[in-house]
T-cell receptor, first 116, second 118 residues
Framework: AQKVTQAQTEISVVEKEDVTLDCVYE???????LFWYKQPPSGELVFLIR??????QNEISGRYSWNFQKSTSSFNFTITASQVVDSAVYFC?????????????FGTGTRLQVFP | GAVVSQHPSWVICKSGTSVKIECRSL??????MFWYRQFPKQSLMLMAT?????????EQGVEKDKFLINHASLTLSTLTVTSAHPEDSSFYIC??????????????FGPGTRLLVL
């Protein structure tokens, strides 16, 4: 069965620290997609990244980077030089390529607090 | 691009009344829209999937007669909470994507609607 685990419930850091949010997934499919979303206090989910199972290349976007490792079924998210505006709940999610079961399966989220 | 709006952003109503929440894709045509519910400090729970022109598919445990979903056009889906009760108070979020099927499609989320039933 599909499952996404975000073991870190809450993380607190001080500005400029680097922080890594962990995501471990389970799926029986060979083709699947992984996502990260940010939910700031306002509530709206902001799409950050999508990664397919055949592309293990790590990605960097500004201060954000993602480390996808199929061998450990992990898709971790690192924020470098964190800022107060990074404070939010971050969700990792999984979907499979099957036509009728292509729902997003969300992890329980990690609440990140960045203090000045 | 890929902007999804929701209206209203918050609503307070009396127990027993019905509340309609609109979800619109502003700059793309959404073949599929999803409705989620989120309790405080919890993850999103998928309630139903709606494809334009078809009946919605509800998740197990979600009452279809209580949560009426209509997806009449490629840019609008509505969720009506009928005869709302205090336990229906929650944060309702919709999302939209272009494709009808395919896990590779990114879902874009609306800003959510906070419902408080007194």
């Amino acid at each position: 069965a599909q499952k996404v685990t975000q073991a870190q419930t809450e993380i607190s850091v001080v500005e400029k620290e680097d922080v890594t949010l962990d995501c471990v997934y389970e799926t029986r499919d060979t083709t699947y997609y992984l996502f990260w979303y940010k939910q700031p206090p306002s509530g709206e989910l902001v799409f950050l990244i999508r990664r397919n199972s055949f592309d293990e290349q790590n990605e960097i976007s500004g201060r954000y980077s993602w480390n996808f490792q199929k061998s450990t079924s992990s898709f971790n998210f690192t924020i470098t030089a964190s800022q107060v505006v990074d404070s939010a709940v971050y969700f990792c999610a999984l979907s499979e390529a099957r036509g009728n079961t292509d729902k997003l399966i969300f992890g329980t989220g990690t609440r990140l607090q960045v203090f000045p | 691009g890929a902007v999804v709006s929701q209206h209203p952003s918050w609503v307070i109503c009396k127990s027993g009344t019905s509340v309609k929440i609109e979800c619109r894709s502003l700059d793309f045509q959404a073949t599929t829209m999803f409705w989620y519910r989120q309790f405080p400090k919890q993850s999103l729970m998928l309630m139903a999937t709606s494809n334009e022109g078809s009946k919605a598919t509800y998740e197990q445990g979600v009452e279809k007669d209580k949560f009426l979903i209509n997806h009449a056009s490629l840019t609008l889906s509505t969720l009506t909470v009928t005869s709302a009760h205090p336990e229906d108070s929650s944060f309702y979020i919709c999302s939209a994507r272009v494709g009808r099927t395919g896990g590779q499609e990114t879902q874009y989320f609306g800003p959510g609607t906070r419902l408080l039933v007194l």
